[in-house]
């Protein structure tokens, strides 16, 4: 060892604390996170829940179906209208829209927002944060419309829902229920 005998060869300096090579140093946390977000929007779908990507044709391929062969027309579809009321909870917040467990869309205070679907039966919650509404499942008639409406359940009297009950924090009903 060098006549200091701190651990490392004469004529190198002693390595620092958080300062090392950096194919050995471990990504920050704010690097792990971007690159967890990068993989999560690759993986989200794109289209709407149900119906699948309709291959686009080209020139060169005359065999390959797109809208113009189809006509646009891939099987029946239905409509999901989701209405959320105006409160003062939650106003600046959005709500995930979860259909089958999978995000397919966000809704504001105030807005309505709609989602073409497959008919049949679907299991549909929101989620903020930590706080669910309870799990409604809906079935979807062809080429109908179904309402729902959502919002915070209750006000500040009722925050207690935020810790103790989280999965009743939201209301989720249809829309021509009272």
């Not at 189809?70 to 259909?99: C, K, M, N, W």
Request: glycine share 12%.
């Amino acid at each position: 060892m060098a006549e200091g005998d701190s651990g490392t060869p004469a004529g190198e300096p002693p390595a620092r604390s958080g300062s090392g090579d950096s194919r050995s140093r471990r990504p920050s946390i704010w690097e792990r996170m971007r690159r967890g977000m990068a993989d999560h929007n690759a993986t989200a779908p794109s289209g709407p829940m149900g119906i699948p990507d309709a291959p686009t044709s080209s020139p060169d391929d005359p065999d390959a179906i797109g809208d113009e062969a189809a006509g646009g027309d891939d099987g029946p579809t239905t409509e999901l209208v989701l209405e959320r009321i105006h409160h003062y909870r939650d106003t600046i917040r959005s709500y995930q829209v979860l259909i089958e467990g999978q995000r397919v869309g966000l809704i504001r205070d105030s807005n309505t927002e709609s989602f073409v679907l497959r008919p049949g039966s679907y299991t549909l919650r929101l989620q903020l944060l930590w706080i669910f509404s309870p799990k409604i499942v809906v079935e979807l008639p062809e080429g109908g419309q179904t309402r729902m409406v959502c919002g915070p359940n209750g006000g500040i009297l009722h925050a207690w829902r935020l810790f103790f009950a989280p999965t009743t924090a939201i209301f989720l009903r249809f829309a021509d229920e009272a």
